[in-house]
């Protein structure tokens, strides 16, 4: 190969590469949805990150008087004040505050964190991978998930039911 055909293949090569990142990333539906492997008073949950705005280790939390037994308080993320409240309370766990580590901000135009004691990891669930809550799952639990590995299916979190019962709480039901 002559000096110029290198330079040439080079050049494709190189624009190649750049349009790549250029083209918004392609995900097949059938690849599944991103979601959080999270522990709730020892039991495997999982939350789906559609909603999420972020993730983090806890922060101090300033607890509020009054409010639900599911309202810890408020706590500085990203520099706003934002309403923390159990995840554990709100599934009907009794979990102390001392035993929660992690936080998952929902977004929104008042975001709200969930506090919860245990994260496993992040993961991609397939859509044959859920299935149905059956009548007898906790409040707030839509379905259950297989995921490859585990020797028990992970009840699947409703972000949008929790969120539901937040706004009832906090607007005086």
Same mark, same amino acid.
């Given at each position: #190969?002559?000096?110029?055909?290198?330079?040439?293949?080079?050049?494709?090569?190189?624009?190649?590469?750049?349009?790549?990142?250029?083209?918004?990333?392609?995900?097949?539906?059938?690849?599944?949805?991103?979601? %959080?492997? @999270?522990?709730?008073?020892?039991?495997?949950?999982?939350?789906?990150?559609?909603?999420?705005?972020?993730?983090?280790?806890?922060?101090?939390? @300033?607890? %509020?008087?009054?409010?639900?037994?599911?309202?810890?308080?408020?706590?500085?993320?990203?520099?706003?004040?934002?309403?923390?409240?159990?995840?554990?309370?709100?599934?009907?766990?009794?979990?102390?505050?001392?035993?929660?580590?992690?936080?998952?901000?929902?977004?929104?135009?008042?975001?709200?964190?969930?506090?919860?004691?245990?994260?496993?990891?992040?993961?991609?669930?397939?859509?044959?991978?859920?299935?149905?809550?059956?009548?007898?799952?906790?409040?707030? @639990?839509?379905?259950?998930?297989?995921?490859?590995?585990?020797?028990?299916?992970?009840?699947?979190?409703?972000?949008?039911? #929790?969120?539901?019962?937040?706004?009832?709480?906090?607007?005086?039901?």
């Amino acid at each position: #190969m002559s000096e110029s055909e290198v330079a040439r293949r080079v050049r494709e090569l190189a624009e190649t590469f750049d349009r790549s990142f250029a083209s918004p990333a392609r995900v097949r539906e059938d690849d599944g949805r991103p979601g %959080l492997a @999270v522990r709730v008073g020892g039991d495997p949950y999982l939350l789906f990150l559609e909603g999420l705005s972020s993730v983090s280790r806890k922060k101090a939390i @300033v607890p %509020l008087p009054g409010g639900s037994s599911a309202q810890l308080g408020v706590s500085g993320i990203r520099g706003a004040l934002v309403g923390v409240f159990s995840l554990p309370a709100l599934l009907g766990y009794d979990v102390a505050l001392a035993r929660i580590s992690w936080l998952a901000v929902a977004g929104g135009a008042r975001p709200v964190a969930l506090a919860f004691e245990g994260l496993d990891g992040q993961v991609v669930v397939p859509p044959s991978s859920v299935a149905a809550a059956p009548s007898s799952a906790r409040r707030h @639990v839509s379905g259950l998930a297989h995921l490859a590995g585990e020797p028990s299916a992970r009840g699947v979190l409703d972000l949008g039911s #929790m969120l539901a019962r937040i706004a009832a709480v906090a607007g005086g039901e």
